[in-house]
């Protein structure tokens, strides 16, 4: 009989490798940075195992794709807040990746308490890459009128400017100190935890592992990421006090593209330029704010008018627009660089003649995506530069939806307004000349 | 392949909607006969509606059907409408804030998750409001009991309790922070959450073994409960004063009910009088006085009262709807169509049900079958004694069989 053991990658991955192998599963090829998406255990052949993102652990084991899997609790609870399933076990904790989810203002705020918070007459933004926790603190706590803004990543780097309260998870709370920011409610206490599928517990004989995994105990070995952020954090404003022109530039893969780029624009940026960019880089410019976020969340901020511009990639915009046919983003420049094919890919060995997929499920992913098949899906939409990774894979491509590469995008009514407008069209001929190789001198 | 329905979903059979739209026609042939005016009010609004308001519990707004629309970049969340009351406080605070007093009234559904799937995640609710009245509790509670008497459920029995009154004795504990939850649950009807602060304060916890344990009759058990808890708690004197004016007056009228402090669940908004309706063990409805809400979602400082029958809980009682007598009309085929298609609309009109015979139907589902293929005239067979007559006009045809009806 087959066991299926969903494994973290990312964080966890250092003290899940030592639990397994002081369990006596010892699995090759997982260990702290490996990169195998299957790595197999051989004293236990019975055992399979994949690779996923943390996030995607969770759903993976309600939906019954996996018996056992492996990730902090903060995640399941994530799913739990809005699916009430009860297909998903917590078997239980592992003891190690401690963190805990904390509902954080800026220091700079005026408002730092809950109380302070929820005085407000105003709706209340809440940035988060927990959204159902989220709402669902909202909601317990009797918050009158909310917005709740799900990211990809860097919730803490919105307030004070761009949300009253982002939703983030840290080993501690002075760490939310370096970041600039003060917690007003820890909402949960997490580590990484063992959840299990209700029908394999129910009707599969998993007494193996979960004897050996549950009563072994590892400390942390795993390396807490860095705090991406400047030394100088809260609120930038304008020195003439008037309305602050904010942009959003891209961390991850487009990040040295879009240095290149700025740099061809005359455009330079402190903190952006080398290594891991700080949160809120600086601008040679006189009531423009700059801050550094993922790249997928971008058109749904500048819709919302927390950002007037951002550079990200067509394929993100095309999604949001897919979503809210009536956002008012629109996209003011093709800046010709990190270009992607948006790709339908299976596995070589489909005779995949049509791309007819009816019915269909939608499994959304937060990375890791190649891993998925084909045990867990049977299509990936993806995006490719060269197609390399997924030949690397066994993946082939069946079908091109479009291409996509960075672009400018900006908020339509900032675009029009009075106060802004005039600066943001100077940013904006700044970054044409950019494009068309004339920078401003 | 077969596509099943959504889990938390139910079909409505035909029956089912007989019985549906018998309880809609008796509810609002009451209403209108009372002078509430009709509404119905989106099946989307704004969460912020629900959460605004701060009266519907965490637990209830954790259950709302809520997402972001096709506009929702501004993360403003739309929700599908888990509560009638708050929508038609909102309609009424766009619409009549005007008039002195707002007599409204709805069928509609609303929703809420409910996890095993097996319950129906939408439910239906005829639901009465009297906006801008402090005197309207008895009116609704006669309108309620009047519908539901039309629908032939009997007996029916009143419970009556006060949400005002409840809280006072709740805040009487002294409850702190997150023993405050304790008060959240008690609202949400979770009578024994109360157990978890037992000792707290023994002389209140005394009186409310009183308020929890015995199920009063009369104006009497309301006085016996302000002798005993008012002098103690003084602040509680207001609303005994109106739950002892309330049980008087369903005790002239002739109502009989019990005094059951358990029996309010979910009245979250509610700030006074609080009724509920029961039949063969089931809640067929409820509602009560809810002053605080009409300004807590934008309006002015008005009173209001109003009620909801559970349409789903309704529909097991009540009886079978009577149906109306079904003729099956065998017809002349092409120069005869005509004629065989105005005896049918005549007997329509006459409020038969008149169906032409396509060849598929099962004639021993009919009584009578009118018969126009044969020569002169019109055929008509009574399958139940088996006699033919023949009629030489659809007047005669019809007298025939008003004649029979009657008999």
Known sequence: ?????????????????????????????????????????????????????????????????????????????????????????????????????????????????????????????????????????????????????????????????????????????????????????????????????????????????????????????????????????????????????????????????????????????????????????????????????????????????????????????????????SSPVEELLQLGFGKVRIVAVVMQDMPAHDNHLTPCKIIPTWGASEAFLPEDADVLIENTQTGSTIAKHNLKIIDTLFESSACLIGNTEAIGSLDKGEKISHLVEAMRRGVEGHPLS | MKVPRCKGTRDWMPEDMAKFRQIEAEFRNCCLGWGYQEIRTPILEYLHLFTSAGTLSPDMLGRVYSFLDWDGWSGERVVLRPDGTIPAARLYVENFQNLPIAKLFYVENVFAFEGTGEESRERWQCGAELIGGSEGDVELLSLALEAIARLGIDPVEIRLAHAGLLRIFLEGLGLSGEEAEVLEQVFCGNVDALLDVKGRNPELEKQLQLLFGIKGSSPGFVENLRSVCAPSLPALEPSLDELARIASLLTDLGFGYRIDFTSGRGFEYYTGIIFGFYSSGRRLGGGGRYDELIPLVGGGSVCASGFALYVDELMDLVKEVPRRERILVKAKEDEGLRDSLEVARLLRGAGYIAEFDLGYEETSDFRWIVDMRGGEGIELIDQLSGKKWRKSSPAELLRFLEEARCK
């Open chain 1, 1 to 325: 009989m087959q066991v299926k053991l969903a494994l973290p990658k990312g964080q966890l991955q250092g003290s899940t490798a030592a639990l397994l192998k002081e369990a006596g599963f010892a699995i090759g090829d997982y260990r702290e940075g490996s990169r195998s998406y299957r790595p197999r255990c051989e004293v236990f052949p019975g055992l399979f195992t994949k690779v996923f993102h943390e996030k995607d652990i969770a759903i993976q084991v309600a939906i019954g794709n996996y018996d056992l899997g492996i990730c902090r609790l903060d995640w399941v609870e994530e799913l739990l807040a809005k699916y009430h399933s009860d297909a998903v076990v917590k078997v239980g904790d592992l003891g190690y990746g401690k963190r805990s989810l904390y509902a954080v203002a800026a220091s700079s705020s005026e408002a730092k308490s809950l109380e302070a918070i929820r005085s407000r007459s105003e709706s209340l933004r809440i940035v988060s890459e927990y959204p159902n926790l989220a709402e669902s603190f909202a909601l317990k706590r009797r918050l009158r009128r909310f917005q709740i803004f799900p990211a990809w990543g860097a919730a803490g780097v919105y307030p004070p400017e761009n949300a009253e309260l982002a939703i983030v998870a840290e080993t501690s709370s002075n760490r939310l100190q370096e970041q600039g920011l003060v917690p007003v409610a820890t909402i949960l206490e997490s580590s990484a935890c063992l959840v299990a599928n209700r029908n394999s517990l129910e009707g599969k004989d998993l007494s193996q592992l979960l004897a050996a995994l549950c009563s072994t105990d590892v400390g942390d070995v795993d390396v807490e990421e860095a705090v991406g952020v400047g030394a100088e954090v809260g609120a930038q404003r304008s020195v003439t006090g008037e309305p602050v022109v904010s942009l959003a530039l891209p961390d991850g893969h487009q990040q040295p593209h879009t240095v290149d780029f700025l740099n061809r624009a005359g455009l330079k940026i402190d903190g952006y330029n080398v290594g891991r960019p700080t949160a809120r880089p600086r601008i040679g410019l006189d009531g423009v704010m700059v801050k550094v976020l993922r790249p997928q969340d971008m058109p749904l901020h500048v819709a919302n008018g927390s950002f007037d511009l951002a550079i990200t990639g067509r394929d993100w915009l095309r999604d949001h627009h897919f979503r809210f046919p």
